[in-house]
């Protein structure tokens, strides 16, 4: 789902939910204890939030799973040019 489909105030509790656990397991690699509670309050990982609180948490995790993925990837193009490098 997009970033823009996560920012609608109609999206149903359960896209939230499973929205927050695909962002959550690819940036910490286990899943999160979350659930919709009723009235836009969900439990998450034992702590109640809202539901605004857990959207800003979702562009969080996501930002921070994009930023680590191309730091990742600048690292491994850094390592071949130096393996190329050491070759020489």
Not at 15 to 34: F, Q, T, W
């Amino acid at each position: 789902m997009s970033s823009a489909a996560v920012d609608d105030v109609h999206l149903p509790p359960r896209y939230v939910v499973e929205n927050y656990r695909k962002a959550y397991l690819v940036l910490n690699g286990c899943e999160p204890s979350v659930r919709y509670m009723g009235n836009q309050w969900y439990s998450v990982n034992g702590e109640t939030v809202h539901r605004s609180t857990i959207m800003e948490e979702i562009q969080r995790l996501r930002s921070l799973a994009q930023t680590r993925s191309l730091q990742t990837a600048n690292k491994s193009v850094i390592q071949k040019l130096i393996a190329r490098l050491k070759a020489l």
